[in-house]
């Protein structure tokens, strides 16, 4: 099984500031055939289902501000906030998608400073 | 607008059974994957099970295997996941997911089980 791993556990950060939160796969999730890494990130806040943020490591999904970017290939992983705002206080998870079982990062939760 | 809601949860002891289901609306149900993740409390997320768009192809967690089934009827929009033989480490709020392939865009809004004496 790949294992996700991401660090830090918990992070807090000045409104306004930027926050990276970072993710490693125990293998390569880049599939040659593709040109494509595997992987995603999602947002959870306390009481809703998780939504996703980026996919493909760098693709953001409709309607998620701008502010949020992903970066990274083959094992090495960041979801970036430029600007931190009251409303992205939760806690985001990185996913692998590139085979089964798919897997995800323990999580790490963002906070206000 | 796309939509999956989550339903079947309740409290069960230990060794009974429950099967979930997700009705789904505002896309093309029998064209899409379709995954089932559950989130013990305070916990991460867990992926449980994947069936493919047609249900030709079926994955499971180590943790599941052989306890759960996942399944769809595509006439009636509809996922599902039979739980048997149920443990209290099963406790947990489950949600299905819709593919794209790949990420999961759309989540239900979870339906939480309680395993308990």
């Known amino acids: 099984d790949i294992v996700m791993t991401q660090s830090p556990d918990s992070l807090a950060v000045s409104l306004g500031e930027r926050a990276s939160i970072n993710c490693k796969s125990s293998q390569s999730i880049f599939h040659n055939t593709y040109d494509k890494d595997y992987l995603g990130w999602y947002q959870q806040k306390p009481g809703q289902p998780p939504r996703v943020l980026i996919y493909w490591a760098s693709t953001r999904e409709s309607g998620v501000p701008d502010r949020f970017s992903g970066s990274g290939s083959g094992t090495d992983f960041t979801l970036t906030i430029s600007s931190l705002q009251a409303e992205d206080v939760a806690v985001y998870y990185c996913?692998?998608?590139?085979?089964?079982?798919?897997?995800f990062g323990q999580g790490t939760r963002l906070e206000i400073k | 607008q796309v939509q999956l809601v989550d339903s079947g949860g309740g409290v069960v002891q230990p060794g009974e059974s429950l099967r979930l289901s997700c009705a789904a609306s505002g896309f093309t149900f029998s064209h899409y994957g379709m995954h089932w993740v559950r989130q013990a409390p305070g916990k991460g997320l867990e992926w449980l099970a994947f069936?493919?768009?047609?249900?030709?192809?079926?994955q499971y967690a180590d943790s599941v295997k052989g306890r759960f089934t996942i399944s769809r009827d595509n006439s009636k929009n509809t996922l599902y996941l039979q739980m048997n033989s149920l443990r209290t480490a099963d406790t947990a709020v489950y949600y299905c997911a819709k593919t794209t392939p790949g990420h999961f865009d759309t989540w239900g809004q979870g339906s939480l089980v309680t395993v308990s004496s």
């Open positions: 996913q692998q998608y590139y085979s089964f079982p798919y897997t």
């Open positions: 069936i493919r768009f047609d249900g030709s192809d079926k």
